[in-house]
């Protein structure tokens, strides 16, 4: 299959891009810097949302992604306007996207079915990988995870999992319409620090942070305001929601087997992880 995958640069889009290779599909990649190593035998591409750059070419299916500082609907609009309605959108969107419609993803979600086009919207649970990513700066420096979570306990997929799923979507392996990505255990921010401890020997702990002292830190250390917005969408607001169990029976059944446990994922990293003692 002929397949475009936006965010090819991104945590998500650059294992789905391996995943698709490997499965002997013809892959264009698409980023804002045309002259990237798209790897394998994909084809790099420019592709930027906000100037309305896209690879004119028709593609079978489209692994459509929102970077997280755009939030207007409109954009994603445009650039779905280029292709042809049969074109099948594998759109990474988040869970509650189904109820939440103050979400930019519910919003999205809805231009898709609103265009017409076929469409998978996978919905993952929070990444396992933000551990080494966005929470990683703040480990590296001071040993600790320091959020305004309180005692949020969430669940917590793998990038590598949530790529399986949307390569498999892409290449019609499963056709729900919507499909949510998790590993179906809850866990808080201070079981997640203990079990990496346990297992790559450090002594990383969770500091709970005030709403204005986590504003006025991230301030401090230079992040925006778009920024700031995001990380309190994913860790302070899910507070005052009731929790609600999650099952991994729909993940495990498009994957294909059981999702990863974050200690499996732990241990995949442990030597990334290890660096931190
Ligand atoms: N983190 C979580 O726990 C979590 C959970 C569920 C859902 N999600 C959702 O997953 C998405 C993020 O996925 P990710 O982690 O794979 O992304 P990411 O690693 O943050 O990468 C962002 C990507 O967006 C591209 N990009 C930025 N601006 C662009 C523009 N104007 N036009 C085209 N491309 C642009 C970047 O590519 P270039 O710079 O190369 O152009 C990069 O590949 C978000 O929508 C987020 O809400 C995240």
Same mark, same amino acid.
């Given at each position: 299959m002929n397949i475009l995958v936006t965010g090819a640069t991104g945590n998500v889009g650059r294992e789905v891009i391996q995943l698709l290779v490997a499965d002997g599909h013809e892959v264009t990649a698409g980023s804002?810097?045309? %002259?990237? %190593?798209? #790897? #394998?035998t994909a084809i790099a591409a420019q592709l930027d949302f906000t100037r309305g750059i896209a690879p004119p070419a028709e593609f079978d299916a489209i692994f459509l992604m929102r970077p997280p500082q755009l939030a207007d609907p409109e954009i994603f609009r445009q650039f779905l306007e280029n292709y042809p309605r049969e074109t099948l959108i594998v759109f990474l969107s988040v869970q509650g996207a189904d109820t939440k419609t103050y979400l930019p993803h519910a919003k999205i979600e809805k231009v898709i079915t609103k265009l017409g086009f076929r469409h998978v919207f996978v919905r993952p649970s929070y990444f396992m990988d933000n551990l080494l990513t966005t929470l990683w700066p703040e480990l590296v420096q001071n040993h600790r995870i320091y959020l305004p979570a309180g005692n949020l306990k969430l669940d917590w997929v793998s990038v590598a999992d949530v790529a399986a799923v949307c390569a498999n979507a892409l290449s019609g392996k499963f056709a729900i319409p919507a499909v949510s990505v998790c590993s179906g255990a809850l866990k808080g921010f201070t079981e997640v620090c203990l079990t990496i401890n346990r297992i790559a020997g450090t002594r990383i702990s969770y500091e709970r942070a005030s709403l204005p002292g986590f504003v006025w830190y991230l301030r401090k250390t230079g992040n925006t305001w778009t920024y700031i917005g995001v990380m309190l969408l994913l860790h302070f607001f899910p507070r005052f929601e009731r929790a609600t169990p999650t099952s991994s029976d729909t993940t495990r059944a498009v994957l294909g087997r059981q999702p990863e446990t974050l200690e499996a994922f732990i241990r995949r990293n442990k030597l990334r992880f290890k660096k931190l003692a």
């Open positions: 804002r810097n045309s %002259d990237f %190593d798209a #790897g #394998g």
